[in-house]
């Protein structure tokens, strides 16, 4: 069993100093990234390591290229999912530094919407303001007010088109 133990450890010594090169070329090509590639390299030789008993000199060459893709493979899914996290993070942390310019423009149409109200007929207003700030449905005006649903409809619409005119004059 040390015998077999003994050339095994020959054979992963020898592994590296024939093919170290080689898997960090093929490592450095992929990542381009030269000390990352040394890492790599080294996490190479150690994963060889765990299959110390299965070795075989003829097939070493194989399962090193075999342990070395999976890695870089592995290190690049893990960046890639690292990129897209970071962008999606500064995308939605750009959206909230972009969303002030667009509530400026609500606040200002509000404001030009509450003056165009404050000009309106007196009833024309009230049914206005009651369903527009309120939420209350037509029908429920006409019972507060009074009024019949279509005389509440009416002002509503009237209402409406009064206020978009004023609003379009405005912008």
Sequence with gaps: MENMLALSNQSISDAYTQYARSIFLYIYYKVEDEELAHD?????????????????FHTVKHLLFIIARNLVNDYLRRYY???????????????????TEPSLYAEELLACEQKAVTQLPAQRRKVYELTRFEEN???????????????????????????????????
């Design 40 to 56: 790599l390299v080294q996490d190479t030789f150690l994963r060889l390591i765990s299959y110390r008993g299965k070795i075989c």
């Design 81 to 99: 999912k690292a990129q897209e996290a970071a962008s999606f993070l500064y995308e939605n942390a750009d959206s909230k530094v972009c969303e």
């Design 137 to 171: 449905s037509a029908s429920d005006i006409a019972v507060m007010l009074n009024l019949s649903q279509r005389t509440v409809e009416n002002h509503l619409r009237m209402g409406r088109e009064e206020v978009r005119k004023y609003i379009r004059q405005c912008i």
